[in-house]
């Protein structure tokens, strides 16, 4: 691209936004009020981690542990994910928990965790308790039976088919040395990142947003999910709030129901293990990715607003976790998607293509500055593995709008309004019907 092509786009965005500063005026609030305070908040909280991080010792505890794995219809998948929590370097018991889902029609499954069940032999403080259940009952019985099956002091939920590096454990309960830490967020990084513009897109995500965002988050203990995929809590502790509940995204309302002491027992933290990495495969298709966020994030807006409205109390989530989560768990997460959708429909409907497309120009900018800031201070603060990640950096003009974050606004706006009008979560594939029937009506 030629400069002088620059300089024209440039000048000619610029006079087209001078003739509507109406619009601008729109959009800079939208801007200011959500996005640069999160950006603040996020960046002054992994500066927090990294000089913790740096000041900590070696671990000074070794709990017993239970690793709870999910398992469907992963197949071999499932060897990778037992043999790397075999070779984890942490020096206590580890007691691994396959929990094949209707292990009647998932024989090769079953057939691949008994296959596994060798390798405890030549691991110290390692065994493998396969339970098979029969008749499939979904993610959230799978992982109750897991519950019940477990006897270690702190249980780690992970899924069928996520691998681990070898310090995954032990980073993992350097945060439980703490008492008043009742469950740690993990961090996942995508797999198979290189198979398709997808998964580039999604690693980008997941390491901005997931891994950098939360990183940054748990320090002011606002971390705003633990992943259904990767996450640990105290055994007795999670006995007692009940285990996960049936309906959709049990991840989220294992996390809303945790952060309901928070005023109670002001001393809880629900930090987030940033060096304890976990490696999933994300969804390789526009397609597969438009289903997984059909789910995700319609399930926000049914956790939020019909199963937890009554959570939305500074007498129960204390002033700090009330403020956040009504602005970056409704409004970002909610209604931001939607009001991102129209304020594009309007710019075309009532003024002109010039100017959307000179909207679109200065989203893009602004984003890519954002997105490039958020992708350095991942590379420098937090990634352990840089010289690999910084492979990815060209993708970066891909990620911003009006590319992959606009492209997956879209698919939460959809999303968000299959909840309201349909009732989406009720057509979740995590459970059998029978099982979503059974469960309360919110």
């Known amino acids: 691209m030629e ?8 000048y000619s965005t610029l006079n087209i936004l001078k003739e509507h500063s109406d619009v601008l005026v729109i959009y800079f609030p939208m801007l200011m009020v959500v996005e640069i305070p999160l950006l603040f908040t996020t960046f002054t909280g992994i500066v927090f981690w990294y000089r913790r991080a740096k000041l900590r010792g070696p671990l000074k505890i070794a709990p017993s542990v239970s690793c709870i794995i999910t398992c469907y219809g992963e197949g071999d998948a499932i060897k990778d994910t037992i043999l790397t929590l075999c070779e984890q370097i942490y020096p206590g018991n580890i007691q691994i928990i396959p929990v094949i889902d209707g292990a009647k029609q998932n024989a090769d499954t079953y057939q691949a965790a008994l ?3 060798p390798l405890a032999k030549k691991y110290h403080n390692r065994t493998i308790d396969i339970l098979p259940k029969w008749q499939r009952g979904g993610r959230v019985s799978t992982l109750n039976a897991g519950l019940y099956r477990a006897k270690g002091e702190i249980v780690i939920n992970v899924d069928g088919d996520t691998s681990f590096d070898n310090s995954m454990v032990y980073e993992m309960m350097k945060e439980f040395e703490d008492p008043n830490v009742p469950a740690v967020g993990g961090s996942l990084r995508v797999r198979n990142w290189n198979k398709s513009m997808v998964t580039r897109m999604q690693a980008l995500e997941y390491m901005i947003s997931m891994q950098a965002g939360k990183t940054g988050l748990a320090e002011w203990n606002l971390i705003n999910n633990i992943s259904g995929a990767f996450g640990a809590f105290r055994r007795k502790f999670l006995q007692q709030i009940g285990g996960w509940d049936t309906h959709s995204a049990e991840d989220l309302d294992l996390t809303v129901r945790i952060k309901q002491y928070m005023t109670r027992h002001p001393n809880i933290r629900i930090p987030f293990a940033t060096k304890a990495i ?3 495969d994300a969804p390789e298709t526009w397609s597969e990715l438009f289903w997984q966020r059909m789910r995700w994030d319609g399930d926000l807006l049914f956790l939020y607003l019909r199963k937890h409205p009554y959570a939305f109390s500074p007498k129960l989530l204390g002033f700090k976790g009330f403020v956040f989560t009504l602005i970056y768990g409704v409004l970002q997460n909610i209604l931001m998607p939607l009001l991102v959708v129209l304020f594009n429909i309007y710019l075309i409907t009532y003024y002109n293509m010039e100017l959307f497309l000179a909207m679109i120009i200065v989203q893009f900018f602004v984003y890519l500055v954002l997105s490039l800031i958020h992708f350095f201070i991942f590379l420098f603060a937090i990634s352990e593995r840089p010289r690999q ?5 060209y993708w970066l003009l891909y990620f911003p709008f009006p590319i992959y974050t606009l492209v997956t606004r879209v698919f939460s706006a959809i999303a968000i309004l299959n909840e309201v009008f349909r ?14 029937k059974k469960g309360k009506k919110f």
């Open 3 to 10: 400069f002088g092509f620059i300089e024209y786009l440039v």
């Open 115 to 117: 296959d596994c069940l």
């Open 278 to 280: 976990g490696h999933t």
């Open 389 to 393: 990640d910084m492979k990815i950096i």
């Open 423 to 436: 009732r989406g979560h009720e057509e979740s594939n995590m459970a059998p019907w029978w099982v979503l």
